[in-house]
Nanobody, 122 residues
Framework: QVQLVESGGGLVQAGGSLRLSCAAS????????MGWYRQAPGKQRELVAS???????NYADSVKGRFTISRDNAKNTLYLQMNSLSPEDTAVYYC????????????????WGQGTQVTVSS
């Protein structure tokens, strides 16, 4: 049993910053890709940023230059530093990870966190 727990969401004024964290726990052998997604009311869930186990990163155009994704592989933790926040960033933010839960044969599970609310006031 593995789980992802997000933290760091909250209410912030436009122009402010927040840092989200996502800690993976349980029987984990390794973690491949990790990412942050968000879902605003009435909209589909969208990719915000992702990172591979080797450290390559990918960002949605809407957050490039403002958000930074990073991970601590030793702690199985993913981060999202969000700067210059705008009301358009208001959403529930979800952590996602591709986790190896069995060595032989190798088996991966696609895990999601419960989400953390980010609200940006104008």
């Amino acid at each position: 049993q593995v789980q992802l727990v997000e933290s760091g969401g909250g209410l912030v004024q436009a122009g402010g910053s927040l840092r989200l964290s996502c800690a993976a726990s349980g029987r984990i052998f390794s973690i491949n890709d990790m990412g942050w997604y968000r879902q605003a009311p009435g909209k589909q869930r969208e990719l915000v940023a992702s990172t591979t186990s080797g450290g390559s990163t990918n960002y949605a155009d809407s957050v490039k230059g403002r958000f930074t994704i990073s991970r601590d592989n030793a702690k199985n933790t993913l981060y999202l530093q969000m700067n210059s926040l705008s009301p358009e960033d208001t959403a529930v933010y979800y952590c996602n990870a591709d986790i190896k839960v069995q060595l032989f044969p190798g088996r991966y599970v696609d895990c999601w966190g419960q989400g953390t609310q980010v609200t940006v006031s104008s």
